[in-house]
């Protein structure tokens, strides 16, 4: 078992309530409310070699309000927790990003706090709100239902590479920057599907999501690596590479049919792990402490 | 201007709606939520040579739940943030902290990530409930309030002191790592209070509060030194040292009458600035940048 599980398995062995964790969200349904929480840390989620803090500002809570559309909510808040040893430039640049950020989406920024430190580290702590509509979870594939996707797959980490390979811009390291997101898919899901359905972002890559609704489902799960919608050649990149947040559904058949513009890529069945191309993945989830 | 206060100038500036921020917490008055976050950094707020993980996870709960009672609200949920060179026996230690919190104060742990980096950061947003509580603002002290207290003031600060002069153990160090908070005065005066109240926590020191609502209220603040609670002799301590997280409140002087417990310190009136014994305190809010 890799540490980050190890972690995991202590800390939901200790908690009160270890079932609010699992998902990227919390819900709390008394205020039909998906909670989710991610620090960023410089050096090791981003560098302020390739970025500025207005492309930081933006993607750290871009990375954040993806979780809350993958759990078909709505963003509404955040507070942002920043440390740094900052000056007024930086301060100055990052809250212009994160006002562009609550133009785009329509969510306000209602606290946080400020802090010094070596590194730049970002905490953003999301609130969506999912009143009249259905909240999706992992644990909701089901057999025969749909593998479908929005987006592309192996972008951010193409953009990556060339970023350390010494190119300052492309249509990858946009990606990566400054990742596309998918508000409207999300919510004509959450509005639409009759059927429970289980969606994650594939921040940590579209194999990890793809075996986390596998094992949190308990189906097995068939993907045609030709319907994979990609730019990259690098097909490592397509399948483990991290950071698209694009959108990775199960869904039943009939609201797949329901809803335009997802991507069939595979289908659940009976049974367990994931295949591409009909040949097991033999899949250890990223160990953000390896 | 001080640093932080120009950083925060900016961030206001920049905002699309910053009359969420200026308390210690946010209100969402359409789920009677009020919500803070704060970060604790290692070297910055606390050190390892001093605490260890129990009592770290300990405090930065703590912190931030005091917080949630300076706003007359009932902590409910909490996410955590946590970042570090983290092995097993601190994530088990610090996760035994938590728990015991949960069970002090009956909260739930509802989210949050683990991830790596050099120093540890504690990211922790909390989230409070005051449906059918009357909750505080420090822009609601009036004239001919009563300005009280609850807890002492002085002896996190001397508890520091000592930890730095080599003693490992005694009353202030106690205080200082294992602040006492007051969940059962801040929910009696939430219910109790008819009229508007002020209400902080001396996080950064009594006269920090009372500059802030003095500030924030447009009401001159005169305290009685000898009728401040406190047990160490160091006077700046008293008066300006910081987490003690007892608690400030400006009050109606009936609903002060009402409420058992409170320690009358002094009184609000026409004017501006505090005074301590009839002398005008020319004070400089703590910068966490210098």
Same mark, same amino acid.
Request: proline fraction near 3%; aromatic fraction near 10%.
């Given at each position: 078992?890799?540490?980050?599980?190890?972690?995991?398995?202590?800390?939901?062995? =200790? @908690?009160?309530?270890?079932?609010?964790?699992?998902?990227?969200?919390?819900?709390?349904?008394?205020?039909?409310?998906?909670?989710?929480?991610?620090?960023?840390?410089?050096?090791?989620?981003?560098?302020?070699?390739?970025?500025?803090?207005?492309?930081?500002?933006?993607?750290?809570?871009?990375?954040?309000?993806?979780?809350? @559309?993958?759990?078909?909510?709505?963003?509404? #808040?955040?507070?942002?927790? @920043?440390?740094?040893?900052?000056?007024?430039?930086?301060?100055?640049?990052?809250?212009?990003?994160?006002?562009?950020? $609550?133009? $785009?989406?329509?969510?306000?920024?209602?606290?946080?706090?400020?802090?010094?430190?070596?590194?730049?580290?970002?905490?953003?702590?999301?609130?969506?709100? #999912?009143?009249?509509?259905?909240?999706?979870?992992?644990?909701?594939?089901?057999?025969?239902?749909?593998?479908?996707?929005?987006?592309?797959?192996?972008?951010?980490?193409?953009?990556?590479?060339?970023?350390?390979?010494?190119?300052?811009?492309? #249509?990858?390291?946009?990606?990566?920057?400054?990742?596309?997101?998918?508000?409207?898919?999300?919510?004509?899901?959450?509005?639409?599907?009759?059927?429970?359905?289980?969606?994650?972002?594939?921040?940590?890559? @579209?194999?990890?999501?793809?075996?986390?609704?596998?094992?949190?489902?308990?189906?097995?799960?068939?993907?045609?690596?030709?319907?994979?919608?990609?730019? =990259?050649?690098?097909?490592?990149?397509?399948?483990?590479?991290?950071?698209? #947040?694009?959108?990775?559904?199960?869904?039943?058949?009939?609201?797949?049919?329901?809803? $335009?513009?997802?991507?069939?890529?595979?289908?659940?069945?009976?049974?367990?792990?994931?295949?591409?191309?009909? $040949?097991?993945?033999?899949?250890?989830?990223?160990?953000?402490?390896?």
């Amino acid at each position: 078992m890799n540490k980050e599980l190890k972690f995991l398995k202590i800390i939901s062995n =200790t @908690l009160k309530n270890p079932n609010y964790l699992g998902d990227d969200c919390a819900y709390l349904d008394e205020y039909k409310l998906a909670i989710s929480s991610d620090s960023l840390i410089e050096d090791v989620h981003f560098s302020m070699q390739f970025m500025n803090p207005y492309e930081i500002a933006r993607k750290s809570l871009l990375v954040n309000i993806s979780d809350i @559309l993958a759990s078909g909510a709505k963003p509404i #808040y955040a507070t942002i927790n @920043l440390s740094g040893c900052l000056d007024e430039t930086f301060v100055d640049e990052f809250y212009k990003g994160i006002n562009s950020i $609550e133009n $785009e989406f329509d969510i306000k920024i209602i606290g946080g706090d400020l802090t010094k430190s070596d590194k730049i580290v970002i905490s953003v702590t999301i609130f969506g709100s #999912y009143k009249d509509l259905n909240p999706s979870s992992r644990k909701n594939a089901k057999e025969n239902y749909i593998v479908a996707c929005v987006g592309e797959f192996g972008s951010s980490a193409q953009g990556l590479e060339d970023l350390f390979s010494g190119i300052y811009d492309n #249509y990858f390291i946009n990606q990566h920057k400054n990742p596309k997101l998918y508000p409207r898919i999300s919510s004509l899901i959450a509005k639409t599907a009759k059927k429970p359905y289980a969606m994650m972002d594939s921040s940590d890559g @579209l194999v990890d999501c793809l075996a986390q609704i596998s094992q949190k489902s308990n189906v097995r799960i068939d993907i045609e690596y030709d319907k994979i919608p990609h730019k =990259t050649k690098n097909k490592d990149f397509v399948l483990y590479g991290g950071e698209d #947040y694009s959108l990775v559904i199960c869904i039943d058949e009939d609201d797949f049919n329901n809803i $335009e513009g997802l991507i069939k890529i595979g289908t659940c069945k009976k049974g367990s792990s994931v295949y591409i191309d009909n $040949e097991k993945i033999e899949y250890k989830s990223f160990d953000h402490f390896e």
